[in-house]
């Protein structure tokens, strides 16, 4: 099957499909490098946005695996810092799952460009997770904790802080140890838009007035936090799917609990509900699907696990091109 049966042409990034092990579908297009005409390839690292959220739940999954914390432990207790206004009895299943109420620095439901947090506050500022605080600790609780689900970046912020407390390491840097190396994520990391490595592929942000790109380097944090912002192929994706499903990253019992609905009312369908760093989507007909996805200025990225027939999906472009739209498209033509 070629992009012209199935996929747009004009669609910017990498598209990878494997089903039990076997490469189904394979394409890399658009330029990492627009002004130098350097391609794409399936070797190219993406910025990825929102989907690092997935290895902070399971840095925090193993922890609690390992008996170090607790589901039920509390940011009051586990956090020595002021909180302010922030109920200091949320827990960490809340903050996993999105149902904490903390202040989130980025409130979708009210906020629609990412870009607007850096008008008074420089995005090159932004390179730990304590980086953060100043943009959410001194507002109030958005409802009580535990009340509903509402997506939330601010938690995984503070679940990232959770880990650098009890590991007493940077949370990327655990990340790397527990979950990158041991999945075999060789090109996988958070790196420092000012310090980027080889093979990582700009992002572009289309400008109306002079119909021109730019580069997102001045939309985005200048190093990625537990929020997201990891730099990721679609191979390492792929490994990542792998380990976790083979319990190599946490025993196959939790992950079972990770890839089950936690919280959300599903009514949008297609968004589905939440369980650990997970959106899981309804199937009548047999296992939910599970997917992480990230949106970002310049950045779009989704993969999708289909239990059902063992299909993984990865989907990245460093144009922001509609990875949801080429996702359905393989839902109606894989699934």
Known sequence: MNSKELFDESFRGNIYLVQN????????????????????????????????????????LQLIEQEKIKFEDT????????????????????LLNHT????DYFDESVMEEYEELWVDYPNYKIRHNSDLLPLF?????????GEKFQYNNSGYVLLAMIIEKVTGMEF??????????????????????????????????????????????F???????????????VRDIVRFWTGLLEGKL???ELVSEMLKKQSGDGIDAEEGCYGYGVWIIDYADGKDFAYFQGCDPGVSFLSEYNPN?????VLVSNYGDNVWKEMRKIRENFY
């Open 137 to 145: 600790m001194d507002k109030p609780m958005m409802y009580p904790k």
């Open 309 to 313: 027939n063992g299909m993984i999906s």
């Open 75 to 94: 940011l009051g207790n586990l956090l020595d810092m002021p909180l302010n206004a922030i109920d200091p009895n949320v827990t960490v299943r809340q």
């Open 219 to 233: 939309s985005v944090d200048a190093k990625g936090t537990g929020a997201g912002g990891a730099f990721i192929t």
């Open 250 to 252: 946490i025993s196959k």
């Open 21 to 60: 092990s076997k490469v189904l579908y394979d394409r890399a297009t658009g330029f990492a490098d627009l002004a130098n005409e350097i391609s794409n390839t399936i070797e190219t690292k993406f910025a990825s946005a929102s989907a690092g959220k997935v290895f902070v739940a399971v840095g925090i």
């Open 172 to 217: 990327d840097a655990y990340l790397k140890e527990q979950i990158f190396d041991v999945c075999g994520m060789g090109s996988t990391g958070y790196y420092e838009l000012d310090r980027l490595p080889a093979k990582c592929a700009n992002n572009y942000i289309y400008c109306l007035d002079s119909n021109d790109y730019r580069t997102n380097i």
């Open 100 to 103: 904490s109420g903390v202040p």
